[in-house]
C-alpha cells in the first residue's frame, strides 16, 4: 500500500513558475514509475509527465513537454513536478499516482495503482 499526498499548488500568473511535489508512504516508493496527470473542470483527467523507478527516464504531454520537468529523489520519498511557462490553459488539479510499470506517456490513468488527493494550479492571464 502506497500513500501519496501532494502540495506545493496555488496561483500563479501565466509565465511564473510553480513546482508542486508528492510525497509517499511506505519503503517501495523506488519500485514504482510516478506520474502527473491533471484534470480541469469539465475535461477528462489527462496524461502531464512520467518518471520512471531510478529516474533515469522520463516522458511528457506534449502540451508541457519544454517547460515542464519531472524529479524524483527516492531517499526522500518524494517526486517533483517543477513546472515553468505557465500558461492559463495549465489550470486544473494535478495529481501524482504511482505504478508498477513505466510506460511513458503511452500510460494512462488505468496503468496506476495509487493516486494522490491532488493540488490545485491555477494560472490567472
Known amino acids: 500500500q502506497v500513500q501519496l499526498v501532494e502540495s506545493g499548488g496555488g496561483l500563479v500568473q501565466a509565465g511564473g513558475s510553480l513546482r508542486v511535489s508528492c510525497a509517499a508512504s511506505?519503503?517501495?516508493?523506488?519500485?514504482?514509475?510516478m506520474g502527473w496527470f491533471r484534470q480541469a473542470p469539465g475535461k477528462e483527467r489527462e496524461f502531464v509527465g512520467v518518471?520512471?523507478?531510478?529516474?533515469?527516464?522520463?516522458d511528457y504531454a506534449d502540451s508541457v513537454k519544454g517547460r515542464f520537468t519531472i524529479s524524483r529523489d527516492n531517499a526522500k520519498n518524494t517526486v517533483y513536478l517543477q513546472m515553468n511557462s505557465l500558461k492559463p490553459e495549465d489550470t486544473a488539479v494535478y495529481y501524482c499516482?504511482?505504478?508498477?510499470?513505466?510506460?511513458?506517456?503511452?500510460?494512462?490513468?488505468?496503468?496506476?495503482?495509487?493516486w494522490g488527493q491532488g493540488t490545485q494550479v491555477t494560472v490567472s492571464s
Open positions: 499516482a504511482a505504478g508498477l510499470y513505466y510506460r511513458g506517456y503511452l500510460g494512462g490513468p488505468r496503468d496506476y495503482n495509487y
Open positions: 518518471i520512471s523507478q531510478r529516474g533515469g527516464r522520463t
Open positions: 511506505g519503503r517501495t516508493f523506488s519500485t514504482y514509475a
